[in-house]
């Protein structure tokens, strides 16, 4: 009697979710990259929705490459916007399969997708425009991106809605080449606006030696007086807005501009509040000082002013140096602003303009890696691995003087 044999074991079954994750990482070969897991989540709900439009967009040009922290937002988007209508979705996900690729095409996607579950309503008012519905030029692509900005203010976006002033033209910047450049107002956008918008875009990429994270820069200005807004300006990462007052100087007006335009590469996670804020105020004195010179190799003029939140004004209380910042509010504290200028202002002019461009890429492209938030000591030790030898003392004095912390002298 031949001796029994043992029946196949049954193939386990995959959950819908691990079918769609093998799919895809056949799709995408960095798919199972450590840096992109989590960037890589949305994906796997897009698939759930429409496995079809899954693998159009894991086809899209602007995936297949890898992604960035902000196309992982245009992900999420699409899952939103096929929830709203998919016929819509995938219009605007072949907007972003054209070639050449521009960041405009791929932001879209975010901003109709949390228009559609934050504010559907005016999406509606959106979707019945005619220049929307007979398909978007480029133009239109780039102004839906900062129009989305201001949707939390109902009045300012149908006026929008009804009419816009628009300036436009583009600039090839030494690293990322051609960029475009967009300036929207309700009240017509007037002056020399672009040329400030490329000089500050030159000045961020010459400090950051990095390409400019975006192939369309794009900036939405508002009349503060008109719209009942304060004098400011928000980066969002795709586009800016800018609410410009006309009681306040022209060097007030540039200095917002530059100020905002340098949070396209200093985002939020890129580290801590006065490194991104005081580089964003850096950038601004920088663009100041060079001024478009190529063979310019001086040093950034320190700010020392004892206004409201100048250096002089935070010692005066109590804010001693960025470490005296700690635990003291510093997300809220304008002393975040004038410390950081002033520490990598005296950093800049200690270590030379090559060494802290060094740097700064650094903290760039480990945030372009998901790696978001270094602490102040991994900031000095990044600061300190790219500094020339002979000048190590002088940086480390400085350090010590503006910063402080018991780590400077440590191994």
């Known amino acids: ?38 960037a890589a989540l949305p994906f796997v709900e897009v698939w759930l929705r429409d496995p079809e439009l899954g693998r159009d967009l894991a086809q899209a040009p602007w995936v297949i490459d890898g992604l960035g922290p902000l196309e992982s937002n245009a992900v ?32 879209v996607l975010s901003v109709l997708g949390d228009l559609a579950w934050q504010s559907p309503d005016n999406l509606r008012l959106l979707l019945a425009r005619e220049w929307f519905a007979d398909g978007l030029s480029p133009e239109e692509r780039a102004f839906v991106i900062v129009l989305g900005k201001v949707a939390n203010d109902d009045a300012l976006y149908a006026d929008l ?51 400019f994270p975006v192939t369309d820069l794009i900036m939405l200005q508002v009349n503060a007086e008109t719209h009942g807004y304060g004098f400011g300006g928000a980066n969002f990462r795709d586009s800016m807005v ?14 917002l501009l530059n100020h905002e335009v340098a949070h396209y590469h200093l985002a939020f996670e890129v580290g801590p509040f006065w490194l991104v804020e005081g580089g964003a105020d850096f950038v601004r004195a920088y663009r100041e000082a060079w001024d478009g010179t190529e063979d310019w190799e001086g040093h950034v003029e320190l700010f020392e002013g004892n206004e409201f939140a100048g250096r002089q004004w935070c010692v005066d209380n109590g804010a001693t140096n960025v470490a005296a910042l700690a635990g003291s509010g510093e997300f809220e504290n304008p002393c975040g602003y004038a410390l950081g200028q002033y520490l ?24 372009m890696d998901f790696q978001y ?39």
Do not use: C
Not at 82 to 99: C, K, Q
Not at 373 to 401: G, M, N, S
């Open 373 to 411: 938030h270094p602490t102040d000591e991994q900031v000095y030790r990044i600061f300190l691995k790219h500094t020339p030898a002979d000048r190590e003392a002088a940086f480390r004095d400085v350090y010590r003087r503006l910063h402080g912390g018991t780590f400077i002298d440590g191994d």
């Open 161 to 211: 809605l009804e009419e816009r002033h628009t300036l436009a033209s583009s600039v090839n910047l030494p690293l990322s080449g051609e960029v475009g450049l967009w300036a929207f107002g309700h009240d017509a956008v007037e002056g020399d606006v672009l040329g400030a918008i490329e000089r500050a875009a030159r000045a961020a990429e010459r400090v950051m030696a990095s390409p």
């Open 76 to 107: 999420y988007g699409l899952g939103y916007l096929y929830d709203w209508d998919p016929a819509l979705a995938r219009w605007m996900l072949a907007y972003s399969a054209e070639a050449p690729v521009r960041t405009r095409d791929v932001h």
């Open 344 to 367: 990598l202002t005296s950093l800049f002019n200690t270590i030379g303009a090559d060494a802290f461009s060094s740097a700064m890429r650094e903290f760039y492209e480990r945030y």
């Open 242 to 255: 800018l609410s410009i007052a006309s009681d306040w100087p022209d060097s007030a007006h540039a200095n």
């Open 1 to 38: 009697m031949p001796a029994p044999t043992a029946a196949p074991a049954p193939a386990p079954t995959r959950t819908p979710e691990q079918a769609a994750r093998a799919a895809l990482s056949q799709l995408l070969p960095w798919y199972d990259d450590p840096p992109y897991l989590l």
